[in-house]
């Protein structure tokens, strides 16, 4: 079964940067999306950026574009999301997600498996 393990997170300053690490493992095939999303206190869970496995595909959220970047390392079987240039907007839990289907989505409906979440806290 896959599995996700998600490290990362804290607490920042605002102009402050964080990474993110998903590990994942159980893939059968090689074609298969990772994703992350974030979920504020009281609002909808947001799509921020995913990665397709097969052609590199990138997408970003426009609140995060210029700011964040998604990476993934397949020898290490791990995806990163570097965010730099943190705002207390960008507070939330932050989950690493993945489907077994390499098109990119920022659908969470999409998304078969999830990482045990990490909080990210930036302070102004």
């Known amino acids: 079964d896959v599995q996700l393990v998600q490290s990362g997170g804290g607490l920042v300053q605002a102009g402050g940067s964080l990474r993110l690490s998903c590990t994942y493992s159980?893939?059968?095939?090689?074609?298969?999306?990772i994703g992350w999303f974030r979920q504020a206190p009281g609002k909808e869970r947001e799509g921020v950026s995913c990665?397709?496995?097969?052609?590199?595909?990138?997408y970003y959220a426009d609140s995060v574009k210029g700011r964040f970047t998604i990476s993934s390392d397949v020898a290490k079987k791990t995806v990163y999301l570097e965010m730099n240039s943190l705002t207390p907007e960008d507070t939330a839990v932050y989950y690493c997600?993945?489907?077994?289907?390499?098109?990119?989505?920022?659908?969470?409906?999409?998304?078969?498996?999830w990482g045990q979440g990490t909080q990210v806290t930036v302070s102004s």
């Open positions: 997600a993945a489907y077994t289907r390499a098109l990119i989505s920022a659908r969470a409906g999409e998304y078969n498996y």
């Open positions: 159980g893939f059968v095939y090689n074609d298969y999306t």
């Open positions: 990665i397709s496995s097969s052609d590199g595909n990138i």
